[in-house]
């Protein structure tokens, strides 16, 4: 408008009386004039909206060019946003300093799998104009990440466990614990625990097990993306004897077997077994007894009590739901730990590594330690013999009953030597003192 004022001024001076000859040099002052003052009335800046970038559950990376300050200082800046269009300064906004040129900054506090909608701002001393409206959605929340802890102080029917929750997927942690069932991959419609809330480490304690018997763990999560489970972890509770001694137990197959030798003084009916010290008396045994090795009790926690076969035979001497093994049970194990059907019923030494398998990790002499694959955890007793009633072989051998008479006089057993890495099957006299490992009925 301004610009047609001067341009008729132009025109008035043409048409004046005292008008000469137009210069060409007025028009130009007349233009610059009407220039100046243009500048110096400001108008809205120009501003564009970037688009948001490094999104996240709550987070997002935005901002903004200033393309035209509008001929006055730029007094402000940042971007406005919300979950309705054309956000403005009633929603949440950043402000992020002066100046024209490119500028960025960062939000936070969103909710994750929305749509928000962002617009970038100038204010000069004119006011404030938007640049376009950009919209974007947040990440949805994630499953949270939790590792089990693996379990202990396992007793007969108690463990403990728990987990540890590093990240909660962008979404709040409701709920937590540990599962477990007595099949693979418990769920949080098995057993479970719960243990609170929110990220970080905690403790479960199980209860209400069942003695001698294999479950399965997992530590859980929940937020609103669902359930997340952590590592798996199996563990066999105890047992008891009637005396209160406790036994460590494994599975193996679908067999499960005490990992200690049975220590009990008495059998299961809580009659005492006679402790057959004498060597005489020793090898003229022909019913129950028991001794330690050298008849030192020290021996107890370790090796556990060398019993004739006579005690193994009664059926009480295990605690109640276990048996002494028969050799069939044993041949079963065997071909568990890979020995071959064709072998099992030979005489002598038979398989390749299945008594290393079966062998500790320390204690045998002589290089004789095992690999203890399975945690059966055999240690070498050594043995009472029946023909003269002395103690033979600690830290070189152990023997095992089986439960099955060969004949009148002898029985089945299973011996490992230190310097072997296969099992022994023969018979020998029932008198004869070794350990007993009971087996789950």
């Known amino acids: 408008m301004k610009f047609f004022l001067y341009l008729n001024r132009i025109k008035n001076y043409h048409n004046s009386n005292n008008y000469r000859a137009t210069s060409i040099n007025n028009i130009f002052l007349l233009l610059a004039i009407f220039l100046k003052s243009c500048v110096d009335e400001p108008e809205l800046p120009t501003v564009s909206t970037s688009i948001p970038s490094e999104i996240t559950q709550t987070t997002a990376t935005a901002g903004g060019q200033i393309i035209y300050d509008g001929g006055s200082l730029i007094l402000g800046k940042g971007v406005c946003w919300g979950i309705y269009q054309s956000p403005g300064f009633t929603d949440k906004f950043t402000a992020d300093g002066e100046g024209t040129g490119i500028f960025s900054t960062n939000i936070s506090g969103l909710t994750p799998n929305t749509i928000y909608y962002i617009r970038a701002y100038a204010t000069n001393s004119f006011g404030t104009s938007f640049g376009k409206e950009i919209s974007f959605i947040t990440a949805p929340v994630i499953k949270g990440t939790v590792l089990t802890i693996q379990p202990s102080s396992i007793t007969r029917t108690t463990a403990i466990s728990g987990g540890n929750i590093s990240l909660d997927g962008g979404g709040e942690i409701t709920q937590r614990g540990v599962c477990w069932s007595v099949c693979p991959n418990p769920e949080i419609t098995d057993s479970l625990t719960i243990d609170g809330a929110g990220t970080g480490e905690f403790e479960s304690t199980l209860t209400a097990l069942a003695p001698g018997t294999k479950y399965y763990i997992r530590a859980y ?193 299973r011996r490992l030597d230190g310097d072997n890495d296969k099992i022994y099957r023969a018979s020998t006299s029932k008198t004869g003192g070794k350990y007993i490992r009971c087996i789950k009925n």
Request: hydrophobic share 35%; with cysteine.
């Open 221 to 413: 999560a929940i937020n609103s993306a669902g359930v997340a489970y952590g590592s798996l972890f199996s563990f066999n509770t105890k047992i008891a004897d009637i005396q209160g001694n406790l036994y460590n137990t494994i599975t193996i197959g679908k067999q499960v077997w005490m990992a200690e030798n049975l220590r009990t003084t008495r059998f299961n009916n809580n009659t005492s077994i006679p402790n057959i010290i004498n060597t005489a008396d020793w090898i003229n045994l022909t019913g129950p007894g028991y001794c330690w090795y050298n008849n030192d009790i020290t021996y107890k926690p370790t090796f556990g009590a060398l019993y004739s076969w006579y005690t193994a035979n009664g059926g009480k001497l295990c605690p109640t739901g276990w048996h002494v093994p028969s050799d069939a049970e044993f041949d079963t194990l065997e071909v568990i730990l890979g020995m071959e059907t064709k072998d099992v019923n030979i005489w002598g030494w038979r398989g390749t590594d299945q008594g290393k398998q079966l062998k500790s990790t320390e204690s045998w002499i002589d290089g004789g330690n095992g690999t203890n694959s399975i945690d059966f955890n055999a240690l070498p007793g050594g043995y009472r013999y029946a023909g003269d009633g002395y103690f033979y072989r600690i830290g070189s051998l152990t023997y095992w009953w089986a439960s099955t008479e060969h004949d009148n006089d002898r029985a089945w057993y």
